[in-house]
C-alpha cells in the first residue's frame, strides 16, 4: 500500500510547517469484527445441506487466522453459488 499524507506541523496550513509524506506499507493488520449469531447460522445451514461432513471441526474461535479461515470455507460450502459470484467481482 503506498499513501500520500499531507501533513501540517505546528498550526494549520499557512501556519504551521506544511508538508507531505509518502507512506509504504507492506502489510496492513486489520480487525475483524464477527457477529457469532452469523455463525450459528451458518451451522445450520451447513447441517441442512448435509455438508458438515465435508468441513473439517470448527476450531477454537480464539485461534484467530485459523478461525477465519474455516469460516471461509464452511461459508464458501455453505452458499457455493453465492460464493462463486463473489469472487468473479472481486477478480473483475
Do not use: C, H
Amino acid at each position: 500500500m503506498k499513501a500520500l499524507l499531507a501533513v501540517s506541523v505546528g498550526g494549520p496550513r499557512g501556519v504551521g510547517y506544511f508538508s507531505n509524506l509518502t507512506v509504504y506499507q507492506d502489510a496492513i493488520p486489520s480487525f475483524v469484527k464477527l457477529d457469532y449469531s452469523f455463525v450459528g447460522a451458518l451451522k445450520k445451514r451447513s447441517e441442512e445441506s448435509n455438508l458438515t461432513s465435508l468441513l473439517r471441526p470448527e476450531p477454537l474461535r480464539e485461534s484467530g487466522m485459523e478461525y477465519v479461515a474455516w469460516l471461509k470455507e464452511a461459508l464458501f460450502a455453505a452458499y457455493p453459488e453465492e460464493a462463486k459470484q463473489y469472487v468473479a467481482e472481486l477478480n473483475a
